[in-house]
T-cell receptor
Framework: DTGVSQDPRHKITKRGQNVTFRCDPISEHNRLYWYRQTLGQGPEFLTYFQNEAQLEKSRLLSDRFSAERPKGSFSTLEIQRTEQGDSAMYLC???????????FGQGTRLTVV | AQRVTQPEKLLSVFKGAPVELKCNYSYSGSPELFWYVQYSRQRLQLLLR??SRESIKGFTADLNKGETSFHLKKPFAQEEDSAMYYC??????????????FGKGTKLTVNP
C-alpha cells in the first residue's frame, strides 16, 4: 500500500500517560494534515504542515498536543497527560498543493482508560 | 463561521431508486466544496469536488450558492454505494485556510 500510513493503528493508554502517533504521507506530498474524529462526528481539523512548517493550528489543540514534521517528511502527533476526552480516531492526510486532493490514512484509534 | 450541515444522519433506499444526500454550508466567501466517502473498513476518500464538475460512480453534486447547498445525487442507487458520506468545505480558493471543515456525515444504506 503506497498511500498514507499511520502507526499504531490502535493505542490503549492510561489517563495521564503520554502517547505519540506517527504519520507517513505519500512521498511527493508537501502538505500534511491532522484531524480528530469522535463517534458520530465528522473529522475535525487539528493542524497542518507545508513541508516542515506548521502553518495552522486549531483552537481545539490544547497545550498538551504537539505536532512536528521534521525534514518535511513523516509527522508525529504527541499528546501529553492524556485525558479520557482525548479518546478518538486520529486521522492524517496528505496532499500536494492544498486540500483539494487530500489522501487520508487509516487512522490511529486512541482509547484512554 | 464555517459550518457544514448534513441534516440526515441515516438514509435508506432500495437498489435502483434515486438518492440525494443533503449538504448545506455556511461560509462568508466562496468556498470549495467536496464530498468524501468511507466504505466499511476502508479509509476516507475523496468522491468529488465542485470545481471539477465531474460525475464519479454515477454521483453528481451541484453547488447552489443561493441556497448554500451542495447536495449529492445519484439517479439509480447500487448496493455498493452503501457507505458513510461526508460533505466538506475549504476556504482555500480565496486564500483562506486550507483546512477542511466536515459535516457530521450521512450513513447511506442501499437495500437489495
Amino acid at each position: 500500500d503506497t498511500g498514507v500510513s499511520q502507526d499504531p493503528r490502535h493505542k490503549i493508554t492510561k489517563r495521564g500517560q503520554n502517547v505519540t502517533f506517527r504519520c507517513d504521507p505519500i512521498s511527493e506530498h508537501n502538505r500534511l494534515y491532522w484531524y480528530r474524529q469522535t463517534l458520530g462526528q465528522g473529522p475535525e481539523f487539528l493542524t497542518y504542515f507545508q513541508n516542515e512548517a506548521q502553518l495552522e493550528k486549531s483552537r481545539l489543540l490544547s497545550d498538551r498536543f504537539s505536532a512536528e514534521r521534521p525534514k518535511g517528511s513523516f509527522s508525529t502527533l504527541e499528546i501529553q497527560r492524556t485525558e479520557q476526552g482525548d479518546s478518538a480516531m486520529y486521522l492524517c492526510a496528505s496532499s500536494f498543493g492544498g486540500p483539494t486532493e487530500a489522501f487520508f490514512g487509516q487512522g490511529t484509534r486512541l482509547t484512554v482508560v | 463561521a464555517q459550518r457544514v450541515t448534513q441534516p440526515e444522519k441515516l438514509l435508506s433506499v432500495f437498489k435502483g431508486a434515486p438518492v440525494e444526500l443533503k449538504c448545506n454550508y455556511s461560509y462568508s466567501g466562496s468556498p470549495e466544496l467536496f464530498w468524501y466517502v468511507q466504505y466499511s473498513r476502508q479509509r476516507l476518500q475523496l468522491l468529488l469536488r465542485h470545481i471539477s464538475r465531474e460525475s464519479i460512480k454515477g454521483f453528481t453534486a451541484d453547488l447552489n450558492k443561493g441556497e448554500t447547498s451542495f447536495h449529492l445525487k445519484k439517479p439509480f442507487a447500487q448496493e455498493e454505494d452503501s457507505a458513510m458520506y461526508y460533505c466538506a468545505l475549504s476556504g482555500i480558493k480565496q486564500g483562506g485556510s486550507e483546512k477542511l471543515v466536515f459535516g457530521k456525515g450521512t450513513k447511506l444504506t442501499v437495500n437489495p
